[in-house]
Nanobody
């Protein structure tokens, strides 16, 4: 079992930056496939970025070149978000999967552990 807690959300204007953090209850380094998802009320949860057990990263097309996923230490997953747009407004969640997901990383059903979410609001 691992508990995940997100922080760092907030309100920014278009073009601004935010950094989200996901702190795990124990070491997650090289042990889980990790990802950030986001969800707007009434819509499906969308995969934003992932970092695999081997350190490989992948991004949704909508955030490529603007967002960066990284692991700062054994317990912390980070999402650095730049050039934010109003369409980035959502609740952001971190997630962990016990097994490699490869090309299925954006499927929310494949993740075993979730945080409670942190809200990001981008105003125009």
């Amino acid at each position: 079992q691992v508990q995940l807690v997100e922080s760092g959300g907030g309100s920014v204007q278009t073009g601004g930056s935010l950094r989200l953090y996901c702190v795990a209850s124990r070491s997650i380094y090289n042990q889980y496939c990790l990802a950030w998802f986001r969800q707007v009320q009434g819509k499906e949860r969308e995969g934003v970025a992932t970092i695999g057990i081997d350190g490989t990263t992948s991004y949704a097309d909508s955030v490529k070149g603007r967002f960066t996923i990284s692991q700062d230490n054994a317990n912390t997953l980070t999402l650095s978000m730049n050039s934010l747009k109003p369409e980035d407004t959502a609740m952001y969640y971190c997630a962990a999967a016990r097994f490699p997901l490869g090309g299925y990383w954006s499927s929310a059903l494949r993740y075993d552990y979730w945080g409670q979410g942190t809200q990001v609001t981008v105003s125009s």
